[in-house]
């Protein structure tokens, strides 16, 4: 059967990045929404991915994930990108409660060759807002936060990328014996992200 023209759109390298990047940034806001890191009247709702998304109006936390989406799209595009994950922490410890991890795999041929790639935003869309829709019922399946948290962003990248000054060497932030549950992934055809929280186990859960 033969497909119908013009139901494929033209990804880019540069598209690709955007795509990524952005979604980081509404992903990071949802999950700190969610997770309760910041009080809820401190969020405004907005329609993105045909699904209302909650960003915050703090405006460190704005100008913090504006800062940060621009340069993840800057690495994307160079196709240096392996990983972000957004950690939770208690504020009064620092013990990382929560870890959001994306890994990122890049079509290293359009990185190379500067092709690009066909898929239709309505199926990048789609796959986009199961992940959103998994992260708004994260309350459902994670334990509660009954802490006050902060957060952080961690970046691993290919060893060869310039470091901005505004980043600093980091240790991974693990959870020992982590609980994880596997979000959906989604493919640009370009960049294929896939989603995975981890979470600490409680000793009162094995009983």
């Given amino acids: 059967m033969a497909s119908r023209t013009g139901s494929k759109d033209i990804i880019t390298l540069r598209g690709s990045a955007a795509i990524v990047s952005e979604f980081f940034g509404y992903a990071a806001n949802s999950i700190l929404y969610n997770r309760g890191v910041y009080p809820e009247e401190s969020f405004v709702k907005v329609k993105k991915y045909g699904l209302p998304m909650l960003l915050t109006e703090d405006e460190g936390v704005k100008s913090f994930i504006a800062n940060l989406t621009a340069q993840l799209s800057e690495w994307l595009e160079a196709g240096k990108l392996q990983r972000i994950v957004l950690v939770i922490m208690s504020k009064s410890t620092g013990e990382v409660l929560e870890r959001w991890n994306f890994s990122i795999e890049t079509d290293s041929e359009v990185v190379e060759k500067s092709v690009s790639r066909e898929k239709s935003d ?16 994260s309350i459902t399946y994670l334990p509660c936060l009954d802490e006050p948290c902060v957060f952080d962003v961690l970046a691993y990248t290919d060893t060869d990328v310039a470091v901005p000054f505004t980043w600093i060497e980091s240790d991974p932030k693990l959870i020992a014996n982590p609980q994880m549950v596997k979000l959906h992934s989604f493919d640009t055809k370009i960049h294929k992200v896939d989603t995975l929280v981890s979470y600490k186990n409680d000793e009162w859960d094995e009983q």
Avoid: F, H, T, Y
Avoid at 122 to 137: C, G, P, Y
């Fill in 122 to 137: 309505k199926e990048i869309m789609r796959e986009i807002q199961a992940i959103m829709r998994q992260v708004a019922s």
